[in-house]
């Protein structure tokens, strides 16, 4: 019988992120760039990741070091590409352009031989992928704007995707992942520092409202992150994990649309029609996840 905390973790992670890009995408207003956020987000994720070491007690060798280096490097541009499409972009466009991931997954992992892909699981897919079209936002808006928003939202997805099937498929198998996630982790922390020249300015001048932002914003980030991880090294069902995150998708429509004022976020502004195709979407999108679970 499938384990209910392989399906109730992606879940709540996919929740959980769309609450942070909205936190994040607050602590950015004001902001020419977004890398003393980037700074923040990716030194609080690289501190909580440290916390695997007290999982297991597998033992590293270089060649496993090495892919830990790799796949934290693709992380790592993944996360810079996310930022660049949510500071200058839209969440509720970004975030569901992000669920494109999916498809990279389900075309990496059998690549590579790690994962087996029945035709429900194709076709829970390919609906995932259409759905993310729909759900894509207000296609009305400034296009410079909006191809932000697509652009390095695709290219962050084909990122996050080599970087969830290097850890299923390279190092989590053989030594697990209370190895792994540190040294991934630690790898993208050492990258972030790449960033500091870019700075605005200092991390102590960071107005105290955006760090008021940043901070829950990057715990929450980081959180998710650690159950999306989790699912992958304990569950190697990285396929079927990335379908149930892609709810992230339906999750920032409801939000932006619910409660998206809370965090001085305009994307609700949108007439009758937009709000329609995001519907079917979102039904298009469960209708993925059942298949999935099936």
């Known amino acids: 019988m ?6 109730a973790i992606p879940l709540l992670s996919a929740a959980g992120y769309a609450v942070a890009a909205l936190m994040l995408k607050r602590a950015m207003e004001g902001e020419r760039s977004p890398w003393r956020v980037v700074f923040i987000v990716n030194m ?3 501190l909580a990741f440290q916390s695997w070491f007290l999982v297991d007690a597998g033992v590293l060798n ?21 930022f660049i499409a949510i500071s200058r972009g839209d969440v509720s466009i970004s975030t569901p352009v ?3 991931k999916v498809v990279f997954v ?3 992992a059998h690549l590579t031989g790690g994962e087996a892909l029945g035709p429900g699981l194709w076709v829970a897919t390919l609906l995932t992928s259409l759905a993310l079209a729909l759900l894509g936002g207000e296609w009305r808006a400034n296009r ?7 652009t390095f939202a695709f290219l962050a997805a084909v990122a996050f995707a080599a970087t969830d099937v290097m850890q299923q498929h390279w190092v989590v198998p053989e030594v697990g992942y209370g190895r792994f996630g540190p040294v991934m982790f630690l790898t993208v922390a050492t990258l972030s520092l790449g960033l500091i020249p870019f700075f605005d300015g200092s991390l102590a001048a960071l107005p105290r ?3 008021s932002w940043a901070a829950p914003g990057s715990a929450v980030l980081a959180l998710q992150a650690m159950g999306i991880a989790f699912c992958i090294g304990k569950f190697h069902e990285v396929t079927v994990t990335n379908v149930l995150y892609n709810t992230r998708g339906l999750w920032s429509v409801v939000l932006v649309w619910a409660v998206g004022h809370w965090f001085a976020n305009t994307e609700r502004e949108v007439g ?5 195709r995001r519907l079917v979407g979102a039904l298009l999108l469960l209708v993925a996840v059942w298949l999935c679970l099936r």
């Open 2 to 7: 499938r384990s209910a905390a392989a399906t």
């Open 106 to 108: 389900a075309i990496f």
């Open 44 to 46: 609080v994720t690289a």
């Open 98 to 100: 992000l669920g494109t």
């Open 272 to 276: 009758a029609a937009i709000m329609t």
């Open 209 to 211: 409202q955006a760090l």
């Open 144 to 150: 410079e704007r909006l191809l932000i928003s697509v």
């Open 62 to 82: 270089a060649v496993h070091v090495g892919h830990a280096v790799l796949a934290g490097a693709a992380f790592f541009i993944g996360q810079v590409f996310t």
